[in-house]
């Protein structure tokens, strides 16, 4: 297969941009995606090339931008909705949770909500405490919603062409520090990535790294530190949080028999904390080892540099795990 | 109200200007990298509207409170300059310790609640602290500071409606510069005169106010001050513009807006119109404001080099300080 080396910002552009010109129920909306030319750059040039019945800048109202993209979804459009950044999600938490979640099941199947909302998440860069979340474990807790956590530029343009096609609402979240780091990417129109399908990016046979979006990042870079010490770390990046393919992170322990989960997250209730909780259910008589996680600090994100460097998880961070369970 | 005087006439000349000079050093400040991060709101063009609110204000008595652009609320309202400028370092004699940063100011000793970043998170605060003043008959009024687009989210709907039906002494002053980041009043608002929205909430309308006119933002103040304390809430919408564009990671201002923003500097310079203003009441008063500006300058110097013998908060002590109460 052909390829292209892209930034994650690029890919996203590609898939959204070739979803668009197959389907014309596929519709973008958001503040600033158009004459702006989208906050993050991933809808630029959109509003030019499709003008504004499919490009749509829409006030700073995130509760209506939810909730119309479930609405318009219900009856037969496509929505890829565009919330700025996730923080500004919570101020849409009530249509996605309460209706883009639970419309299909409530009503017994009579209606579908195939919509995208695109969120942009995570921390640095000093944006301080109601600026820095990456809260997409609230988001994975509710059946009934997809959420999407590309970690390559492959993926995120595998996944968010799977998001738009599917029938089900996606969460789908892109790492703000990803957008620039370029990878490469299939030059098909079709390429998918399979919806729940966690990918193995690195084999190893002495520990599991379990991560998505950027701790992929601090996980490939562990594994390269561990290797010069001659210890092997398998990589699982998930890809999706839900559905969570745990089966693949349960064959890679069984193998394994070691774990670190590494998120970018808090650690309370968290995707370490279900994984943990998972793989201690089913994985019990392989561990050689308690598993263990790696996350943010547990404190709201300060905005001073050295407090906020503080906070968030490295690789050196992930390779200090591992030593501790080897 | 009482009569305006020369003295209260140069007072906001030296506050308008040390506002500007300020956000003239901190724009270069980012350019050097001394301020770090990706958000940076300067007040440069909306003087007048601080200036002229605040000087009805007792302080420590009535209260203010704004979103992420808060700079000049800070110091009109007198907040060291130094301890400002320490906060848009990051340092620990910051007016937030440097945990905030530039768009959370905040001084309790001045009944300034802080700049908040969640676009309308504010708004229903606003109504919670007039809700207070009445509780207690206090007699205080509440100023809060409404960008144009901030009336687009159910913040400042919920929070306008319920100030209404309880009658707060509430003052909404709208900053309406035209633009939500790159999206125009009118692009964003089905009614885009906004103060009109005051009618459906119960709330007095004052109407539009020239924002880069100090004397009529101050009389408009006066006049709602008297009116929030007998009656209930007010809204004003002040015209302005800004001046460096939404934040440092706005481009565009200097090239797509570069004409418009050349034409209000040139005719509707807040600092421009108060100067003449003085100068026709006092032919011999140049000299007088040339001081000040020279003094002005010197206080930010002042400032910044107090902020950089700051040092930064390195501490896990400092991290975790406040997360909750001890
Ligand atoms: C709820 C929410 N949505 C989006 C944003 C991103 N954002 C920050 S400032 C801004 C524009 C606000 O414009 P306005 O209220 O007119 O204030 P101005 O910047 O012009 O002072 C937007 C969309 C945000 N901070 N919060
Ligand atoms: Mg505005």
Redesign the pocket.
Known sequence: MAVKNLPMREALHRALHEEMIRDDRVYVMG??VGRWQGTHRVTRGFLEEFGERRVKDAP?S?MAIAGAAVGSAMAGLRPVAEI??I??AF?ALDAIINHAAKIHYMFNGQFTVPMVLRVASGWGDQATAT?SHTPEPIFAHFPGLYVATPATPADAYGMLKTSIRDDNPVLFSESIGLYPKPGLVPDDPDYLVPIGKADVKREGQHVTLVTFARGLEWCMGAARELEKEGVQAEVVDMRWLRPLDTETVFASVRKTNRAVIVEEALPMYSFGSELAAQIQEHCFDYLDAPVKRVSSLDVPVPYSKKLEDMVFPTAHKVVAAVKEIL | MGQITMEMLLDWYRQMVLIREFEEACQHLYEQKRITGVYL?LYSG?EAIAVGAIANMVIGKDHIIT???DHGIALAIGCDPGATMAEMMGKRDGLSGGKGGSMHLASRRHNFWGGY?????HLPLATGLALESQYNERGAVVISM??????N?GYFHEALNMSGVWRLPNIWII???G???G?E?ERASANPILHERAKGYGTHDLGRIDGQDVVAVYEAVCAAKEYALAYGPVLIEAMTY?YRG??VSDKQYNTRLAQELEEWKQTKDPITILARRILAQDPQAQPKLDQITGEQHKVVEEAIAFADNSPLPDTLEELYAHIYVD
């Open positions: 503040q600033e700073i995130e700025m950044t923080n500004f101020l600026h | 709101h909306h979103a992420y652009r970043a969640i676009v309308g998170g409404v960008g144009d687009g901030a009336t989210n900053e309406n510069n633009y939500g980041m999206t009043v800004r939404h934040g």
